[in-house]
């Protein structure tokens, strides 16, 4: 029986399509943005030239003003829905050649060329890879500040809830009833794949594709989009994700001497930082939650994104402290422990459901940037605990893309949910039994 690391490693060989990795065969055929960069962690352990070669591919998808997108259509493939005809990337004039979506990804790649550093041992050869590609991922930064900060907070807003990243999670809920959308005819492939009851509704796609569709009349044109989209929302992971990155790009400015660039990331992080206290931070949840632009007003819920402040260093200890109460003593853990760590949604909300997607099954990515936000604050038997869950889940069912939470549920279970062989449970396992932190 191959060990645990050899079966990731055998899924990310598996998944690699020449220069980049694919997230699963079937449900995800492309170049997916944040997935790249976790997937780069995982290839850093066992073969760094791939790690490198993953954030090269992804590149490549840049557009001119410095924008990521989500999805990079390297390849061709009949398996996905929407793919790159619904999103019509280049009627934007930004587009590059390389077929793209118009929509991006939590900005992960500063804070994961910082881990590529941290792995590699040779260090100059490492850092001449960064060298090649830093300003590339300096000018996104720089495409976030100047195109999705409307009033020069030091938040970025995303306007699609594929850019989230947690693509059905309630809270979207509460941005999707506040306008109507046509009835699209729908062409999809997912549901075809896998159980269709973990996956988003049509009426959730409807809304999905409504926003695609007026994107494509304004061009992708960032100035329309801020002014007209009905989703414009600042969402606690997306920018502790850029902070944590914006954090990395400065160290790793530092050595390599970019001092105009550093400087700039300095201004931009002592802004966000202030900005996400201030602005992202529930009193009464006691917790980081989302902040809809569009209708101005807080969207107090609980998530697993609720708690990725903690890898950028944002909260204060104390502040901390009482965050990490809804982990071990509140609803994620369970009064009694009952569930295993990090459901993606509150577990005592009446809209937490424990099988469908981002509403509440445990995914591998968020665990790992929760994992590593605790071992930030010194709590070691916490994110132990959290490792040990995430361990667990891959060695009873395999690489699944996202898991039960219910202890006892799990018991009546034989897989997890969603895709298998999914490339970032894969990479992240290979990182969390790799990586002496
Ligand atoms: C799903 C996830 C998203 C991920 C993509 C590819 O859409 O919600 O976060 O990037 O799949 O794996």
């Known amino acids: 029986m191959p060990s645990l690391l050899e079966q990731a490693s055998k899924v990310l060989h598996n998944n690699w399509k020449e220069a980049f990795t694919i997230p699963c065969e079937g449900l995800y055929p492309f170049q997916w943005n944040w997935d790249s960069g976790f997937i780069a962690i995982g290839w850093a352990h ?18 001119k003003n410095g924008f990521l997108p989500h999805i990079v259509f390297h390849n061709e493939s009949k398996t996905y829905y929407p793919g790159p005809e619904v999103h019509a990337a280049h009627l934007s004039d930004q587009s590059p050649d390389v077929r793209t979506s118009g929509i991006t990804q939590p900005p992960v790649l500063g804070f994961v060329l910082e881990e590529l550093y941290r792995i590699s041992e040779d260090k100059e050869d490492i850092l001449s890879f960064i060298d090649s590609v830093y300003d590339a991922v300096y000018q996104n930064h720089h495409y976030f500040y100047t195109n999705r900060d409307p009033q020069n907070e030091g938040l970025v807003y995303i306007c699609h809830n594929w850019e989230a990243g947690t693509d059905n999670t309630p809270v979207w809920d509460f941005i999707w009833s506040t306008f109507e959308v046509p009835d699209y005819e729908l062409d999809r492939k997912d549901t075809k794949l896998i159980d269709a009851s973990h996956r988003p509704t049509n009426k959730e796609y409807q809304y999905y594709i409504h926003l695609i569709e007026l994107f494509k009349q304004w061009k992708y044109d960032d100035a329309k989009i801020a002014e007209g989209s009905p989703f414009l929302v600042q969402d606690p992971l997306f920018n502790s994700m850029l902070i944590k990155a914006n954090e990395s790009l400065i160290a790793l400015g530092k050595l390599l001497r970019k001092n105009n660039k550093v400087a700039q990331l300095e201004q931009w992080q002592e802004q966000a930082l202030q900005a996400m206290n201030s602005k992202l931070f529930d009193e009464n949840l006691q917790g980081y939650v989302y902040y809809d632009l569009r209708n101005e007003r807080k969207l107090s819920h609980l998530s697993s994104s609720s708690f990725t402040p903690l890898m950028a260093g944002i909260p204060s200890e104390e502040r901390a402290e009482t965050m990490i109460e809804h982990l071990h003593r509140g609803s994620f853990s369970g009064e009694n422990d009952e569930n295993f760590l990090c459901a993606s949604f509150d577990p005592s909300s009446e809209f937490f459901n424990s099988k469908k997607y981002w509403r509440g099954p445990v995914w591998i990515n968020l665990n790992w940037i929760i994992y590593r ?8 038997e916490l994110s132990e605990k959290i490792k040990e869950h995430t361990i667990h889940f891959m060695e009873t069912y395999g690489f699944y893309e996202y898991f039960e939470p219910s202890k006892e549920l799990n018991k009546t279970l034989d897989k997890g949910y969603g895709g298998n062989n999914f490339s970032w449970s894969a990479a992240l396992t290979i990182d969390l039994l790799t990586n002496k932190l």
């Not at 791939?50 to 998808?61: D, P, Q």
């Open 373 to 380: 936000g605790l071992k930030r604050y010194g709590y070691e």
């Open 46 to 63: 066992i073969d760094m030239e791939r790690a490198k070669s993953e954030i090269r591919s992804l590149l490549k998808g840049q557009w």
